[in-house]
């Protein structure tokens, strides 16, 4: 069992961030995995980033748990969507507020749109903030095209090709994630 923090990269009304976050969710804790959701939309210290954790005096107790969460987290996904050709500014807003939790970790990156293409200029714009943060993204990324026929109202998938997909993305995000751990029981280079 590992733990896995899933970031929802959306506060827009009517989001789909929230229904693919659950979704990939659901499909770690099946394997039997331990995963945390974070939603800015939860998380009044997330909403605007005007400073990092690591930088804020008295943080709130609600502040103070993301940041064990997130120390304590094997590996992270990062839920967006994409706008203009890119990723989210929430997504890039919840994951600024954190830095060293990070290291020598990794991240599964989904994305989606209402398009065809399913944010896959999103999972590549995103690919090397993850780098910068220590933890990269492993190769495949998870894309979610028309997203709003893949998901009913209630967040039921109604596109069951969707689920060999979140399979390959899962087993490789695993094995990264094992990987790294073993790594580290090693030692960082810092």
Same mark, same amino acid.
């Given at each position: ?5 899933? =970031? ?39 909403? !605007? ?13 609600? =502040? ?16 967006? &969507?994409?706008?203009?050709?890119? =990723?989210?500014? @929430?997504?890039?807003? @919840?994951?600024?507020?954190? !830095? ?24 590549? @714009? ?12 492993? &190769?495949?990324? !998870? ?22 997909? !979140? ?13 790294? @751990? ?9």
């Amino acid at each position: 069992m590992v733990k896995i923090t899933v =970031f929802v990269g959306s506060i827009r009304e009517g989001r789909s961030g929230r229904k693919v976050a659950d979704w990939v969710a659901r499909g770690m804790q099946a394997r039997g995995h331990e995963v945390h959701v974070i939603d800015p939309l939860e998380h009044e210290d997330m909403r !605007l980033l005007d400073h990092m954790y690591k930088s804020v005096a008295n943080p709130s107790e609600d =502040f103070q748990a993301l940041q064990r969460t997130v120390a304590e987290s094997d590996g992270y996904v990062a839920v967006t &969507p994409e706008y203009n050709h890119s =990723f989210s500014g @929430a997504i890039k807003n @919840a994951l600024d507020v954190f !830095l060293e939790e990070y290291a020598f970790k990794c991240f599964g990156i989904v994305t989606y749109s209402a398009g065809s293409m399913g944010g896959i200029r999103a999972a590549e @714009a995103l690919r090397g903030v993850t780098a910068e943060l220590g933890a990269p993204a492993i &190769p495949t990324s !998870l894309a979610i095209s028309k997203v709003g026929s893949v998901f009913d109202d209630e967040g039921d998938l109604l596109d069951e090709n969707y689920e060999k997909r !979140l399979a390959k993305f899962l087993d490789e995000l695993e094995w990264f994630v094992a990987a790294l @751990a073993a790594k580290r029981q090693q030692g960082t280079p810092y």
